[in-house]
């Protein structure tokens, strides 16, 4: 696709999704056109068409049969992204879609497979590794200022009450992994690669919740570097970090720290720096939500860079199937109490399934 404006369908208008409404709103000046938006609830769509100014609609094929969309944005629940991924790709529409991807292997794999087929660009809005103290991070080790990474810690721990504006997480079959460790394990990817294999241990702190609320992962990378995940809703920090990733990595010349507060730490070869990298407020962030909503704005601009620039986006169905294969092996290996390997693309999805449904 040429660069040039690119008409944008939102389809889910809840509460994350305002900051993918409002990020393509601030992305106009690069070529974003925010077209149309669509929520299965009458009054959410009506209420996001009013207050972005663009047409508004119930069922999300109307609106891709109505409107001349160049991608679509999907924001919903994980269990209908499957048919909507279809159902745009069947259109020939770019189109990206919230994490997790969907809600089991196989589904991504049809997701991926279906793009592919047709010849459509996909992909996933994973956005923590947008957030600017992970680019800062990423930044720190390709510059090799503390060597080849080795160890590192990735966290997000916190007691903020997640459940009020998703109050379905109490429900939730997969919770704390599937909605914000998968962040982290892409996270684990980014900074040191690719994955050998992952163990994992799994909690339920709050009686309320259905699934797990804490799990702690320990994974083995190709690279011989070794890295813990851990993610909680029930740590009880004070201060309480929420919404920041707080993170360590260790190289042979030195390490890199994420602080509270984005503030990055730096060693290297005996010489320690620590500077502020937070960044200045937008028009509709908010100060503790800042770190976040600002990742899901400049994940919607790399998708439109690359959209623009006719190239596949660093979260691609096909990428973000590497993370997805981490979660559901991070599920198993805490069922089975062993680390487990994480499934590849192109693996006899028969034989995997049988797999899995004996375990």
Same mark, same amino acid.
């Given at each position: ?17 305002? *900051? ?16 149309? &938006? ?61 994490? =997790?991807?969907? =809600? ?7 997701? +991926? ?13 994973? *956005? ?49 992994? !599937? ?26 702190? *709050? =009686? ?17 570097? &070794?890295? +813990? +995940? ?38 290297? @070869? ?16 908010? +100060? ?31 990428? @973000? ?5 981490? &979660?559901?092996? !991070? ?8 680390? &487990? ?19």
């Amino acid at each position: 696709m040429a660069r040039g404006a690119i008409r944008i369908g939102v389809i889910g208008c809840g509460f994350y999704a305002q *900051n993918h409404l409002h990020a393509w709103q601030d992305l106009a000046g690069e070529g974003a056109v925010l077209a149309a &938006v669509c929520d299965v609830d009458a009054g959410k769509a009506e209420a996001a068409g009013r207050a972005f100014g663009v047409p508004f609609y119930k069922d999300a094929a109307i609106m891709l049969a109505s409107e001349h969309l160049h991608s679509v944005d999907i924001v919903t629940r994980h269990d209908t992204h499957r048919a909507l991924c279809e159902l745009a790709i069947s259109r020939g529409i770019a189109t990206v879609v919230q994490k =997790p991807f969907a =809600p089991t292997w196989e589904d991504c794999v049809a997701i +991926v497979e279906a793009a592919e087929k047709a010849g459509v660009w996909l992909a996933v809005h994973e *956005n923590f590794r947008f957030q600017t103290p992970m680019r800062h991070v990423r930044r720190v080790i390709d510059s090799g200022a503390i060597g080849a990474p080795s160890w590192a810690r990735i966290m997000f721990r916190t007691g903020f009450d997640v459940y009020r504006t998703q109050p379905y997480f109490y429900d939730e079959e997969r919770l704390a992994i !599937a909605d914000v460790g998968i962040h982290l394990l892409d996270l684990a990817r980014f900074f040191l690669g690719e994955v050998e294999h992952i163990a994992c241990e799994t909690q339920r702190r *709050n =009686p309320k919740v259905r699934a797990e609320d804490t799990a702690t992962m320990l994974l083995r990378h190709h690279s011989g570097a &070794v890295s +813990v +995940v851990d993610c909680t809703y029930e740590a009880r920090r004070d201060p309480d970090p929420f919404p920041e990733t707080l993170v360590e990595i260790e190289g042979d010349k030195g390490s890199i720290v994420v602080l509270p507060g984005s503030r990055l730490r730096v060693s290297s @070869n005996g010489v320690t720096t620590e500077e502020d990298i937070g960044s200045p407020l937008r028009s509709w962030t908010t +100060v503790r939500w800042h770190v976040a909503q600002e990742g899901a704005f400049l994940a919607c601009r790399h998708f439109l860079d690359c959209l623009q620039r006719g190239v596949p986006a660093e979260t691609s169905g096909h990428d @973000n199937l590497k993370t997805y294969a981490l &979660v559901d092996a !991070a599920y198993r290996a805490a069922a089975q109490h062993r680390a &487990v390997v994480p499934a590849q693309w192109k693996e006899s999805l028969g034989v995997a399934s049988k797999e899995r449904r004996a375990q």
